[in-house]
């Protein structure tokens, strides 16, 4: 006989990691900055009004924002159009043969493998200081990412429709659009719609790093220790952020759902209407965004001659490789652990009482909107530098993905087994445990699998900060202009996160198999 | 049902009505045409800053600097603020920035990048600038007497300026090597990098970090300003002295503003004196009496420690 552990449990397993961090922590912590940390959240309470910082933070705002839109409109337009060339039944039905989707497939790995923040680094080289570059930095991999879900989605479809309407006589482009468009539109529009929040998050980021907007605000108020100022900034984002996941959450719900119950029956296309209406708004939209920014498309084509390669290989190669990629893995695994774990057992822990939902909410909320370099940081202040202190910064911002993920899939899943072992006797954290936690268990670690995959990409933004892992090693070679090491760097990054990619995906096959 | 539709589509056909209104005056297409032309034409001198101060000392401090020089050069002067040290070395190499405050290692950086690259001046305190070592008083350091002293930093929270400052940088760590220490013998095996002076001196009176290495001149202010508490922080030690700051411009600005302009542009920033209430603000902000001639060969030292310490390769 095998011992298996039941799904709701293997949740709660990786907050196992709690026990040899909390051992950890006391040995860590110097505690030297405790009264700066008060500082910065008492300044919570009384953010900066003054019309100077007001203005200057919502002009930064808008530059955040449209550098998101733009980034976002142009990798889902080039995304789309990449995942159907890099779709296998597309090639099947156009040409019989699906090498050239496994081609681009492979082509696509590469974009994608890079975070944008390196991206925007690296273009910042090629292109100079201008807001093209940011929107490019998010182009770039967002395009090979939607391609990759896109193609994904297609080919998961089943092909029975496009063989009957190409049987019956339609050409191959036809019998695809009519077959294969109408069912991919739900998955496009979530996406899409995901994507949306994404680029807000990594556009923050990148000016984080210096590539304008919100981000840099943040960065210099926090640089200079103005934590009133800073306040305004973190509250204002969070504003932009959670009315954008509501609004998109309301266009999900209003497009996608059946319409059950209802009195009145949508006239047939209303829909399509509403979603063409919204796309044509967004075009013009995007256009004077562009114009807003000053986003120069001919200024993308005058690239400045990089330096010249040194070719010091030796003094490459003698970087100090295993404690680097070793520091990049350990970051990434405490940070899964604690992000994946910690989201069902703080869940769990505020089950029994509805006060102490909303503040959980805010909390988690406040992780996916602090950029992680920032928290890290903060968080500096206490702890001494290190993998702990990156993977904390780099798992609460995830913690709060997480978080409302799985609080949105227990709230749409259903509540029988709940109620069933709740009249049955059992408390409300046990009844939630194995009830809806239950049920969802095998879709939330999938999409775990999926996000420790995000963070290993993710790892370099926080160890910029830390001190560990590739990242500290990048900002070193970039400041010093080392052209060799930094592709080295880039290079080995690429090769992790296309292992770290191939693994999350078996694993997440199997646990969405054996469910 | 058909009046949810045309309330919809009224307001999306409002909304796009309406969008036109918040952009400013000209179309969208042809402006974006036309930019790239005009950025041609126009002759405008951009300068720029390492931010190795608060933003907001750098903001008021700069933009004196194009009013002065505008006014000097009968040419349009605009200050563009860069987020950090590289991003100001980047920006002068792809020919974002032409006339830039850099520090030694950041000015050698870019000349290395930017061949022709012309020293233009630096100030009367940057012939012999200075590094200080700050302690929080409650670590137990005290004042050192020689370079050797610096070994009692091992094992301490310790954090730079920024990662390509030459004063909180670069020349700190070549005695710390000349001590014997190591960058991973610091407590949590690496030190900081706060970003800027001011927020070195902050973090290590704050507790935050043990003790740091900060400019020599940022440190006075602070002190002078009341900003630096003395019962809480503490100098223990200064470096020899080191060439420092200086103004770098673009190797093709005769070409673009006319024959003779670099000079001109020299002659205008060494004239400036405290006698003139503008200049005199000016310099102050700078913490100088007046600016005088550099030469490129005064630098050489610090490239050889920047290639001894990997931030010059």
């Known amino acids: 006989m095998q011992l298996r552990a039941a799904p709701p449990l293997l949740v709660l397993l990786p907050a196992l990691v709690l026990l040899p961090l909390a051992l950890l922590l006391p040995g860590l912590s110097h505690g030297g900055g405790w009264e700066l940390i008060g500082q910065f959240a008492s300044a919570a309470l009384t953010p900066s009004l003054e019309p100077v910082v007001l203005r200057s933070v919502a002009a930064g705002l808008l530059v955040t924002v449209a550098m998101a839109l733009l980034g976002w409109a142009v990798s889902l337009v080039l995304g789309l159009l990449l995942g159907v ?132 605000e943040l960065k210099l108020t926090m640089q200079s220790l103005a934590f009133h100022e800073l306040w305004t900034g973190l509250w204002l984002l969070l504003a932009v952020m959670l009315s954008l996941e509501a609004g998109l959450g309301g266009l999900r719900r209003r497009w996608l759902m059946p319409v059950r119950f209802g009195l009145q029956q949508p006239s047939v296309g209303l829909r399509a209407r509403e979603m063409v209406l919204v796309l044509l708004a967004l075009l013009p939209l995007s ?51 604690l992000a994946v774990g910690l989201a069902p057992l703080l869940l769990l822990l505020a089950a029994p009482s509805r006060w102490l939902r909303a503040p959980l909410r805010l909390v988690w909320a406040l992780g996916r909107l602090w950029p992680p370099p920032l928290t890290a940081l903060l968080l500096l202040l206490v702890l001494q530098p290190g993998v702990v202190t990156g993977a904390l910064a780099l798992g609460f911002h995830n913690l709060g ?7 949105e899939s227990a709230a749409d899943a259903s509540p029988a087994t709940e109620q069933a072992l709740a009249c049955a006797g059992s408390g409300p954290r046990l009844a939630l445990l194995y009830g809806r936690l239950s049920v969802v268990a095998r879709p939330y670690l999938a999409y775990a699998a999926y996000r420790s995959d995000v963070m290993l990409r993710e790892s370099v933004v926080v160890s910029l900060v ?29 090769l992790l996160t296309l292992v770290g990619e191939d693994l999350s995906d078996r694993w997440r096959a199997r646990l969405l198999a054996s469910g | 049902m058909t009046f949810r539709i045309r309330a919809t589509a009224a307001l999306v056909g409002l909304s796009l009505a309406l969008l036109p209104a918040l952009a400013p005056a000209g179309g969208p297409l042809p402006s974006l045409l036309s930019e790239a032309k005009a950025q041609q034409n126009t002759k405008v001198l951009r300068i720029g800053a390492i931010p190795d101060q608060k933003p907001e000392l750098l903001n008021r401090l ?89 070994s009692e ?40 990098f706060t970003g800027s002076h001011d927020t070195a001196i902050a973090l290590v009176q704050s507790g935050a970090y043990q003790a740091g290495a900060v ?84 630098y050489s030292s610090i490239e050889q420690v920047g290639r001894q310490i990997g931030k010059i390769r």
């Not at chain 2, 000349?111 to 590094?131: C, E, H, N, T, Y």
């Not at chain 2, 470096?239 to 093709?252: S, V």
């Open chain 2, 153 to 192: 930093l091992k094992g301490k929270r310790f954090t730079f300026a920024s990662e390509s400052s030459t004063s909180g940088r670069l020349m700190p760590q070549y005695y710390l090597n000349q001590a014997g220490v190591k960058l991973s013998d610091f407590a949590g095996g690496a030190p900081g």
């Open chain 2, 215 to 298: 400019s020599e001149e940022v440190w006075r202010s602070s002190l002078s300003e009341g900003k630096a508490n003395r019962a809480k922080v503490i100098q223990i030690w200064k470096t020899p002295g080191y060439p420092n700051y200086h103004w770098l411009a673009q190797p093709d600005l005769d070409k673009r503003f006319g024959k003779g302009f670099t000079a001109r542009m020299k002659t205008a920033i060494l004239s400036w004196r405290p006698t003139n209430p503008r200049q005199k603000e000016v310099l102050a902000l700078f913490g100088a009496q007046r600016f005088i001639p550099a030469n490129a060969a005064a």
């Open chain 1, 401 to 407: 993905v997480l978080g409302r993920l799985l609080l």
């Open chain 1, 85 to 216: 060339a890099s779709s296998r039944t597309v090639w099947t039905s156009l040409t019989g043969s699906a090498l050239p989707a496994t081609g681009i497939r492979r082509l696509l790995a590469v974009p994608r493998s890079i975070h944008e923040l390196i991206w925007g680094l690296l273009l910042l080289q090629l292109m100079g200081l201008q807001p093209a570059v940011a929107v490019l930095a998010i182009v770039i991999p967002y395009a090979a990412l939607v391609a990759r879900v896109i193609s994904d989605l297609l080919d998961a479809l089943p092909t029975t429709n496009v063989e009957a309407l190409r049987a019956g006589g339609a050409p191959a482009p036809a019998a695809l659009l009519t077959a294969l468009g109408p069912a991919l539109l739900p998955g496009v529009l979530s996406y899409g719609g995901y994507r949306l929040e994404c680029a807000l998050r990594s556009a923050t980021l990148l000016g984080v790093f210096g590539l304008g907007g919100l981000g840099t």
């Open chain 1, 466 to 494: 830390g001190a560990t892992g590739l990242g500290s090693q990048l900002l070193e070679s970039l400041s010093a202009f080392a052209w060799d090491q930094l592709l080295a760097l880039v290079v080995v990054y690429a």
């Open chain 2, 62 to 150: 700069y933009p004196l600097v194009a009013n002065e020089l505008s006014r000097q050069l009968g040419v349009k002067v605009t200050y563009v603020p860069v987020v950090n040290y590289a991003a100001a070395v980047t920006a002068f190499r792809t020919g974002g920035l032409d006339l830039v405050w850099f520090g030694s290692l950041t000015g050698v950086q870019a000349r290395l990048q930017k061949p022709g690259a012309q020293v233009i001046a630096q100030r009367d305190i940057d012939a012999s600038f200075q590094s200080v070592f700050i302690a929080n008083t409650s670590s137990g350091l005290r004042p050192i007497s020689n370079v050797k002293g610096l």
């Open chain 1, 287 to 337: 256009l004077l965004l562009g114009q807003a920014l000053g986003v120069q498309p001919q200024a993308l084509f005058t690239w400045q001659p990089l330096p010249p390669l040194q070719n010091d290989w030796p003094s490459v190669l003698a970087m100090p490789w295993p404690a680097l990629v070793g520091g990049t893995l350990a970051l990434t695994l405490l940070a899964a652990c």
